[in-house]
């Protein structure tokens, strides 16, 4: 058998502990990955304040993701673009790019949020390679940060590292973008789309629109960079995993707008159901959680011990790169403990599924 080359890996994390905590996580986990990448959570710890920290203690990092709703992209692309001086040589600036979830649903209102991520794409990379932008040429993101007519931004400092644009979302117009647009697509088997069961079905690169992105892309285009996320939650003690497992995929399938896409691929809508209901009752995440099937938590999030996780991340690994997949990360929740989550991730999960990495950072 010839020997698999390396793939990029990375790791998600997400900002909910202190943020010195996180970031001696993600320097510990940085040994044995390239990018640690950093939901923004608005009302959480900055996304930005913790991509430079993380790429000061000499992590690769990216968003993922972030969101030009609620947020200037004109500072998006200075906060990258002062990060890409930190990043040691070697390591990547990544931009995840969505349209935001519920949390910015909550807070703001989102008109034409497509339109304002094709804007800030451009508007993003025309400030990074130097050039005077006029801002009458993104009028979505002017009517929502009321920029002042006639305005031009030039940043003041070069950019000798542009930040790479990846873009996620479910959708065919997002997925457009991402082809026609972005550097890459960011698919988490944590949505139904992208999920172990979308790839059952056979037909995967319809179902999860990729196929629908690629032949968005331009024939003068690079080839699209294709990064899968394998979410995760690894403990010692396996019912503490799949209980934090179980509450992330109650916080995905309780949203009804998803409730198509677990009928296409044929998940538990009845679960779907009682989950939402929950939330209706005010029983909160932990009351939903325990509504939420274990059938269902399994097809949508890896969890266990290290001696679960392993095969069952190898299995998504190997479908995704069948699909053209060649860059991964294991996604949130990574555990009960994020902490403990990441020595198992090190010293076990990862040897065991990307052997090829061992020794390579």
């Known amino acids: 058998m010839s020997e698999r080359p390396t793939a990029s890996l990375g790791v998600q994390l997400t900002p909910w502990s202190d943020s010195r905590q996180l970031v001696a996580l993600g320097t510990r986990l940085a040994e044995a990955v390239d990018t640690v990448w950093v939901q923004d959570q608005m009302l959480s710890r900055n996304v930005y304040a913790l991509l430079g920290a993380l790429a000061q203690a000499g992590c690769g990092v990216g968003t993922n993701v972030t969101y030009p709703i609620g947020r200037n992209p004109i500072e998006m692309a200075s906060a990258t673009a002062t990060t890409s001086e930190l990043v040691p040589d070697g390591r990547d600036v990544m931009v995840g790019l969505g349209t935001g979830g519920a949390l910015v649903n909550s807070l703001f209102r989102k008109d034409r949020p497509i339109s304002a991520v094709r804007e800030c794409i451009d508007l993003m990379r025309g400030l990074w390679a130097g050039e005077r932008m006029e801002l009458d040429r993104f009028p979505t993101l002017g009517a929502a940060l009321s920029y002042k007519p006639g305005a031009v931004a030039q940043l003041t400092y070069p950019v000798e ?117 929950a939330f209706d009752d005010g029983r909160g995440v932990e009351g939903a959680a325990a509504c939420c099937s274990q059938e269902l938590a399994d097809a949508l999030v890896v969890s266990g011990t290290p001696e679960d996780c392993v095969p069952a991340v190898a299995e998504l690994r190997d479908l995704a790169a069948a699909e053209g997949y060649t860059e991964f990360y294991i996604g949130g929740p990574l555990g009960p403990d994020p902490f403990e989550a990441a020595e198992l991730l090190v010293s076990q999960v990862i040897p065991q599924v990307w052997p090829e990495r061992t020794g390579s950072r």
């Open 161 to 277: 590292r542009p930040p790479t644009i990846v873009v996620a979302g479910v959708g065919p117009r997002i997925l457009a973008v991402a082809g026609a647009q972005a550097d890459g697509l960011i698919s988490p088997s944590n949505m139904p789309t992208l999920s172990r069961a979308a790839f059952a079905t056979g037909d995967f690169a319809e179902v999860s629109g990729l196929r629908l992105a690629r032949e968005a892309r331009p024939d003068t285009a690079p080839p699209l960079r294709l990064i899968f996320g394998i979410n995760t939650s690894v403990s010692a003690d396996r019912e503490r995993a799949r209980d934090q497992a179980r509450r992330q995929v109650a916080l995905v399938v309780g949203n009804p707008r998803l409730w198509p896409d677990l009928e296409r691929v044929g998940l538990d809508l009845e679960s779907a159901a009682a989950v939402k209901q």
